[in-house]
């Protein structure tokens, strides 16, 4: 199915939807957004999954194919998209990687970042579910390692996600950090013996720089903190639904 002509900004207002395109200097050929609650929600599950159903109806006026979705299990590991289709169970995976048009990159996400990412020449995107653990572990730089483009030429979308005015965290959470990156304590402020807030985004934002990406965008919205809009795990436990963000080219 080919979506009808228009920006997609400008089609979910006329839909009277609140979905989030991104602010990035994309190529013409990319196309991009998250979902906000006001979409059916993706109910929680094991391992990061979900049930899709009501979701994919209605992402299904907006996209040109179904979404490639994954088994997210809060790891680095990366699917290439390309060559695989039609697959008994979804890859347990927390980045999607896809060179061909029309091949729909999708992560989910409830106080975790989703960080899209494509290159310059619109010839290659790429989605991460980037929560601290992802992030700690090199998800985002595993993520541009499968994109096998110049990380110079990568333009990068750090999505809605907890804020760091909200995010409470341990000591485990602040040296899986710290521990190879020293600089990382300036994305903690301690509130307590033993806790601190986290800035996920700027977390993301250092490995992003620390891996050669110059052109980063930024959504600044809070999940925990704009009940409304967003689902939060944080703050609904197993009862919040999920954001879908997808990604993909075209021709």
Known sequence: MTPPRGSLAERFAAAGLDWIVPDWPAPQNLRAFSTTRRAAAMQPAAAGG???????????RWLPAAPRWLEQVHGASVHLADAASGLDSLPQADAIVARRADVVC??????????????RAGSVVAAAHAGWRGVADGVIEATLAA???????????????????????????????CS???????????IAAGKWLADLPALARRRLRGAGVRAIAAANRCTFSESALFHSYRRDGARAGRMATLVWRTD
């Open 50 to 60: 979900g049930s899709r159903d009501g979701l994919e109806a209605e992402l299904a």
């Open 106 to 119: 999708a992560i989910q996400t409830a106080d975790c970042l989703p960080v899209l990412f494509c290159d």
């Open 147 to 177: 994109m096998r483009a110049d990380p110079g030429h990568v333009l990068a979308w750090i999505g809605p996600g907890i804020g760091p005015r909200v995010y409470e965290v341990g000591a485990d959470v602040r040296d899986a950090h």
């Open 180 to 190: 190879a990156d020293a600089g990382a304590a300036e994305c903690f402020a301690p």
